[in-house]
């Protein structure tokens, strides 16, 4: 079963960090694009970074910088680093892998990040 599961959110201060993972099965994540989403309250969801079979990696201006996407071929992992988070920054965090997942049509849970003082 193809499924991508997303973990490591919590509460963080103003300039903190955080690493979230996304665990993929049923594929092997390192063979398509990943992607980051975000959804901020009261907002869409938006796209924030993404990373290609050969390691070509972009991102949304407002984390450029800040925040670095990864995978770990062993654990079939993609990660994503944040570094001096900012409260705009709160939001469910979601992994997707189009290319294997067949498109955009579902999600999963995501996971919780809150920054706040």
């Known amino acids: 079963q193809v499924q991508v599961v997303e973990s490591g959110g919590g509460v963080v201060q103003p300039g903190g960090s955080l690493k979230l993972s996304c665990v993929a099965s049923g594929f092997l994540v390192n063979q398509y694009t990943a992607y980051w989403y975000r959804q901020c309250p009261g907002k869409e969801r938006e796209w924030i970074a993404f990373i290609s079979p050969s390691r070509v990696t972009n991102y949304e201006d407002s984390v450029k910088g800040r925040f670095t996407i990864s995978v770990d071929d062993a654990k079939n992992t993609v990660y994503l680093q944040m570094d001096n988070l900012k409260p705009e920054d709160t939001a469910v965090y979601f992994c997707?892998?189009?290319?294997?997942?067949?498109?955009?049509?579902?999600w999963g849970q995501g996971t919780q990040v809150t920054v706040s003082s």
């Open positions: 997707k892998v189009p290319g294997a997942q067949g498109g955009f049509g579902s």
